[in-house]
């Protein structure tokens, strides 16, 4: 057995410092009693207060709200079809399928706003929440199309073929086989989607309108007057919210996959 060297060790600690230390930082300051977050004044509640109060945030976490569900359940029907398509079919394109369904992934924020500016321009539709779901939709398909085809990969075909030989029809195997198994991956994959839509800033600013609003678009917006501690707020409990969602994800993948060693062989 390999020992762990003191290297590795200090800087596996040293990045995780790094990473999160400025969050810490920002989450610290939002309960700064000060207007201004460069001094310290005491702990104070105030600003969570003033953002409770704060009718255009209220309005924009309500379009935000919005957007994340209607993009996530867009993405998890979308995902799933395709990830059962690409799994269940044999055509020899699978694996190009494979690779463009994660290709918006792996693609650059700013690339993808330009190119859904673009194309919403040229179809002539008017910005605002349906160019946002559309956009939303598309980059979070990957997110479920990764999460369902795993659990189709490690999933056991000789449930579905007992149940075609007992005389089930195709749709009936899918809802009462085929579905249940592969519900924590869909679930898992729509919890990452909606993270990944409420948080979105690069894309939406593309393909937003003027009269819509989300919270990180707002959130940047504000950031141009200058940091207050109502911001440092906002962002503590963004981020509060988003890493939840990421842990719960994390949880439903772990127990769907423990629950499906313990499945017995039929």
Same mark, same amino acid.
């Given at each position: 057995?390999?020992?762990?060297?003191?290297?590795?060790?200090?800087?596996?600690?040293?990045?995780?410092?790094?990473?999160?230390?400025?969050?810490?930082?920002?989450?610290?300051?939002?309960?700064?009693?000060?207007?201004?977050?460069?001094?310290?004044?005491?702990?104070?509640?105030?600003?969570?207060?003033?953002?409770?109060?704060?009718?255009?945030?209220?309005?924009?976490?309500?379009?935000?709200?919005?957007?994340?569900?209607?993009?996530?359940?867009?993405?998890?029907?979308?995902?799933?079809?395709?990830?059962?398509?690409?799994?269940?079919?044999?055509?020899?394109?699978?694996?190009?399928?494979?690779?463009?369904? *994660?290709? =918006?992934?792996?693609? %650059?924020? &700013?690339?993808? +706003?330009? #190119?859904?500016?673009?194309?919403? /321009?040229?179809?002539?539709?008017?910005?605002?929440?349906?160019?946002?779901?559309?956009?939303?939709?598309?980059?979070?398909?990957?997110?479920?199309?990764?999460?369902?085809?795993?659990?189709?990969?490690?999933?056991?075909?000789?449930?579905?073929?007992?149940?075609?030989?007992?005389?089930?029809?195709?749709?009936?195997?899918?809802?009462?086989? *085929?579905? =249940?198994?592969?519900? %924590?991956? &869909?679930?898992? +994959?729509? #919890?990452?989607?909606?993270?990944? /839509?409420?948080?979105?800033?690069?894309?939406?600013?593309?393909?937003?309108?003027?009269?819509?609003?989300?919270?990180?678009?707002?959130?940047?917006?504000?950031?141009?007057?200058?940091?207050?501690?109502?911001?440092?707020?906002?962002?503590?409990?963004?981020?509060?919210?988003?890493?939840?969602?990421?842990?719960?994800?994390?949880?439903?993948?772990?127990?769907?996959?423990?629950?499906?060693?313990?499945?017995?062989?039929?």
């Amino acid at each position: 057995m390999k020992k762990r060297s003191f290297f590795s060790e200090f800087y596996l600690i040293l990045l995780t410092v790094l990473m999160y230390l400025p969050i810490i930082i920002v989450m610290i300051y939002s309960f700064n009693e000060n207007k201004l977050s460069s001094v310290w004044s005491g702990l104070s509640l105030r600003w969570y207060e003033d953002l409770f109060r704060d009718r255009d945030i209220a309005a924009a976490l309500l379009n935000s709200l919005i957007l994340g569900v209607l993009s996530s359940l867009a993405a998890a029907v979308i995902g799933t079809l395709g990830a059962i398509g690409t799994l269940r079919t044999g055509f020899r394109g699978k694996g190009v399928m494979e690779y463009i369904a *994660t290709l =918006p992934m792996m693609t %650059p924020e &700013i690339i993808l +706003g330009m #190119l859904f500016l673009a194309f919403f /321009s040229l179809l002539g539709l008017p910005f605002g929440m349906m160019t946002l779901v559309i956009s939303h939709t598309a980059f979070c398909i990957p997110y479920v199309f990764m999460q369902v085809k795993a659990r189709l990969a490690g999933m056991d075909k000789s449930y579905e073929e007992a149940a075609r030989d007992l005389g089930a029809r195709p749709f009936r195997v899918f809802f009462d086989i *085929t579905f =249940p198994l592969i519900f %924590p991956g &869909i679930l898992s +994959g729509i #919890l990452l989607s909606f993270a990944m /839509s409420f948080d979105d800033v690069i894309i939406s600013v593309f393909v937003t309108g003027a009269n819509v609003n989300t919270l990180p678009i707002l959130i940047y917006t504000r950031l141009k007057t200058g940091l207050t501690p109502k911001i440092n707020a906002l962002c503590t409990l963004m981020f509060l919210a988003t890493l939840f969602l990421v842990l719960l994800s994390s949880v439903i993948g772990r127990v769907g996959n423990h629950k499906k060693r313990k499945e017995p062989t039929p």
